[in-house]
């Protein structure tokens, strides 16, 4: 089987000064030599040339594809492989003759110096006859991943067209990898028709993908995302199997997922209902309070878990009535929405409708507060509204938003009575100085910058 031949003029540094210094190496009387440019070598894409006028034949060929191969057929005793070492071609390659490995993993360089024309495999005493030759790219990390062909030196013999008779020049070793994705449920409990996926790669590709309930083939599918669809009706209720994917390759070879225990359960698919009894929705709040909720379920409930905002501050209770404390002086003055999630005895999830507080911890008495979105709040310039999230810090903003401006001379004004006036903005390590007037006086110049906090 002739693999299309893919060939790319690029250049990379094989540090020509040094190379135009190296001494010419000559194949020996009784071999032939092919240079890399010759059409009888088959390679894969992957593949590129190099031109140096200090290597044989005038160029090389490089690659840093892992699976990526050249393959030589040829007739005679031996055959021996000329590179090219150097730190910038320090890649791992694994050597095949006649279909089989008998070079596990060579590292190209090793160290040393560098050398042109080297030679970096060779095997003689072969049987008379056809042979095939082929160096692969391997998966090796490092900073200068090149494999180089510059020739190959054939011994009392020369190159050949394969034919079908020879073996494939590089045999599919490695397995398909696949993993279960799906179904993922609280307590692995299933019912009615559940959707099964699963992950799969490989080098050569994956060709099919199979879905088994214990040892019974349940269905399959040959293209990604690999997902059938299993309806557990007739399955009886308190049933328990384990659930695999075995994923095939283009070259014949299996691999299969870790199994995932399922139990199919008929009985309760009904998600338990929440709610937050207290504090009462639209409250205003300071100091430490109690978020209470009720929750029922034909199954019971085992956990009650309150939010707030989404993500901050979770905390959860087991026993009814459900109930936590809530210190709002470790919150930022403002708006805050609470919920609470019920989880059953077997898995399901219900979620509160949420309720909205106001916390103000810091206005103390006789003081009032004005918000960025106050009328008696004068901009000028340019200002742009932002969201709920200070930026670099992840808090939350007082009442929910902020203005900001990076536009030279743009103002912010407001026109009040009493005895002081405080500032509440954002200090982070990109915010730039800003000059600050009281009653028409001289402006004064404060600094923003400082460890990131609202």
């Known amino acids: 089987m002739k693999l299309p031949y893919v060939f790319e003029l690029l250049v990379i540094p094989l540090v020509a000064s040094v190379l135009a210094a190296l001494p010419l190496q000559y194949a020996h009387a009784d071999t032939v030599r092919i240079e890399e440019s010759n059409p009888a070598i088959v390679r894969t894409p992957g593949w590129f040339a190099v031109s140096d006028g200090s290597v044989s034949g005038g160029r090389v060929g490089a690659s840093k594809t892992p699976g990526a191969y050249a393959t030589v057929y040829f007739t005679g005793t031996g055959i021996k492989w000329i590179g090219y070492r150097c730190l910038c071609a320090s890649g791992a390659a694994r050597v095949w003759l006649d279909g089989n490995i008998i070079e596990g993993i060579l590292y190209m360089w090793g160290g040393g110096p560098q050398t042109a024309q080297a030679e970096m495999y060779s095997i003689s005493g072969l049987a008379p006859g056809n042979h095939s030759f082929t160096v692969e790219v391997r998966d090796y990390s490092n900073t200068a991943p090149y494999v180089v062909v510059d020739a190959f030196d054939i011994e009392n013999g020369n190159v050949r067209s394969p034919d079908a ?3 494939p020049p590089v045999k599919e070793l490695e397995s398909p990898r696949v993993t279960l994705t799906s179904p993922v449920y ?5 019912t009615g028709t559940v959707t099964l996926t699963a992950d799969a790669t490989d080098n050569v590709g994956v060709t099919l993908v199979q879905f088994y309930a214990g040892t019974t083939l349940i269905g399959s599918d040959t293209t990604a995302p690999y997902a059938i669809e299993r309806d557990t009706s007739g399955i009886p209720s308190g049933s328990t199997y384990s659930i695999s994917a075995v994923a ?10 870790q199994r995932r225990e399922v139990t199919v359960d008929h009985q309760d698919t009904t998600r338990p209902v929440v709610a937050i009894t207290a504090p009462a929705t639209g409250s205003s709040m300071s100091g430490t309070i109690d978020v209470t909720a009720s929750a029922s379920d034909a199954s019971g409930i085992a956990q009650v878990t309150f939010k707030v905002d ?3 501050s979770a905390q959860t209770d087991t026993t009814s009535p459900f109930s936590v404390p809530y210190d709002t002086a470790t ?3 403002g708006k805050h929405t609470l919920t609470a999630e019920a989880t059953d005895s077997r898995g399901h999830t219900g979620t509160s409708q949420p309720i909205t507080l106001t916390v103000s911890n810091s206005v103390q008495p006789g003081m009032l507060r004005i918000h960025d979105d106050d009328p008696r709040i004068a901009y000028s310039g340019s200002w742009e509204v932002t969201n709920a999230v200070a930026p670099q810090t992840g808090d939350i903003f007082h009442w929910g938003s902020a203005r900001v401006s990076s536009t030279p001379g743009s103002t912010a004004s407001i026109t009040f009575t009493g005895t002081g006036i405080r500032w509440l903005g954002l200090l982070c390590e990109k915010c730039a100085p800003a000059t600050v007037s009281i009653d028409g006086g001289a402006a004064q110049q404060i600094s923003l910058f400082g460890a990131n906090s609202v």
């Open 331 to 333: 919150w930022i003055d």
């Open 310 to 312: 989404g993500f901050m």
């Open 186 to 190: 609280p307590n692995n409990i299933v």
């Open 248 to 257: 095939h390759d283009a070259a014949g070879n299996r691999g299969s997922s």
């Open 165 to 167: 008779q020879d073996p």
